[in-house]
């Protein structure tokens, strides 16, 4: 359960189908990060450098993973929701705050 890869993209990519068809041929997951560091870690992370993947996709994790850190997954029910931007911080407190009436 160790990460191999992150995309903002759907992988795998099946060239020869349908993108309806794709769910009926694997199985894909949806990425929720909580990640835990020791200080130490942290400043390693930070001082790594960049990668031509990470700089590509514009994910930290993928500098990560090439320079031999594990990221440990966990398959989970709970859904959640996406903030990578100021915009989905809005659309984020609308669904929650309508969630809570």
Known sequence: ??????????IPFFRDAASEEWNSRHSYFKHIGLYGYCASTLRELTAL???P??????LE???????????????TPWESIGIDTPGDIERAMKTLGEETL
């Open 53 to 58: 993947l990470k700089l590509a996709e514009g």
């Open 49 to 51: 450098p960049q990668t």
């Open 1 to 10: 359960m160790d990460a191999i890869c992150f995309s903002r993209s759907v």
């Open 61 to 75: 994790q993928l500098r990560w993973i090439k320079y031999g850190y594990t990221i440990r997954c966990a398959v």
